[in-house]
């Protein structure tokens, strides 16, 4: 198989987890739950949860920095900043734009694109577009989410499953062969209605009533999702691997969307992976949305589960629906 040369390299990557702990215990004093289920069914033991007051901003902020401080990079050099979210400070503008001021990055085109749980993956690709076009040199890839904001928190099936955090990856040409090799995504938005939150948009205005009845808070198909988040990341899965001119064999570490244990590891054995080679962290974190990767990839940067060389899957899935997989060689 020949391999795709990359032209562009993640150089850094940062993460912030908010220090709050809710564990499962904690859960089974506020709705009809216990730790058990939780385990058994999601494989999540615990998740951060920001304090009243603290925005996806705040959180983006903190992983930002700490992904320009490893590479070195000031955010003055910044050209492109993408921001991936479901709970964006306001409607207007941007979090991109309030993170560009934030940080200082002046002189960037900045943006919000939201793709759910695989914005991360979606932004990877959409910054590695313009620096392979010669419309910048140095990207911001941020994904940060206060989840706990739009969880119904009187609803055991959505409830147990969220937690906040947010990554960050800082994104260079490169010349060499490290880099990122491929991506598939792919969407369906025929399938909007099993993950979504109804009320709050243009489409349906939150009135009331609405609001008494939490419209505007996360609604789940939980089992129809679960079926397709599983075909569709394996699919993509097998379809970037082939892009990248990589085998399965290949892959030093998988890094999938940390929603449930049960579809990590299905989708694993789907695609090829052994669990030994597939990263988790969903039991410490639950499902962050599309933090959840740049969190678990800047763990694995840290911990040395990634070494100079290796070849990484990743895959998503999340509302819209919306999946995909991306090859990354380090
Ligand atoms: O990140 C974006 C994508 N999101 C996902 O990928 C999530 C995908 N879905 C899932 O992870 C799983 O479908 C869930 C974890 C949400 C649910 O697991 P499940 O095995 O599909 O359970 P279920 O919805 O079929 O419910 C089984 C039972 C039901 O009770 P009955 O009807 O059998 O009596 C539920 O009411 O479990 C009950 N249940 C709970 N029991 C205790 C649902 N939530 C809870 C809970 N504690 N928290």
Known sequence: ?????????????????????????????????????????????????????????????????????????????????????ATP???????????????????????????????????LALAEGFLATGRGDTALVVATEVMSSIIDWDDRSTCVLFGDGSGAAVLRRSSGTRGLLSHH???????????????????????????????HLVKMAGREVFKSAVRAMADASTEALKAAGVSVDEVDLMI????????????????????ERVYVNLDRFGNMSSASIPVALDECLEEGRIGKGDLVLSAAFGAGLTWGASVMQF
């Open 256 to 275: 999938p969307h940390q929603a449930n244990i049960r579809i990590i590891e299905a989708t694993a054995r789907y695609a090829g992976i052994p669990m």
């Open 89 to 123: 400070d306001r409607w207007l503008p941007s979090t991109a734009c309030h993170l560009q001021a934030r940080l200082g990055a002046n002189r960037c085109f900045a943006a919000d694109v939201h793709a759910a749980c695989s914005g991360f993956l979606y932004n």
């Open 1 to 85: 198989m020949t391999r795709t040369k990359p032209s562009v390299e993640i150089l850094s990557t940062g993460r912030f987890l908010p220090p709050r702990i809710l564990t499962n215990q904690d859960l089974e004093k506020m709705v009809d739950t216990s730790d058990t289920w939780i385990r058994d069914r999601t494989g999540i033991r615990e998740r951060r949860i920001v304090d009243d007051g603290v925005t996806a901003s705040d959180l983006a902020e903190a992983s930002a920095r700490k992904a320009l401080d490893r590479a070195g990079i000031s955010p003055a050099e910044i050209d492109v900043l993408l921001v991936s979210t």
């Open 185 to 215: 995504h792919r969407s369906d938005g025929s399938l909007s209605h099993l993950l979504h939150r109804p009320a709050g948009g243009v489409e349906h205005p939150l009135d009331s009533e609405g609001l008494d009845r939490g419209d």
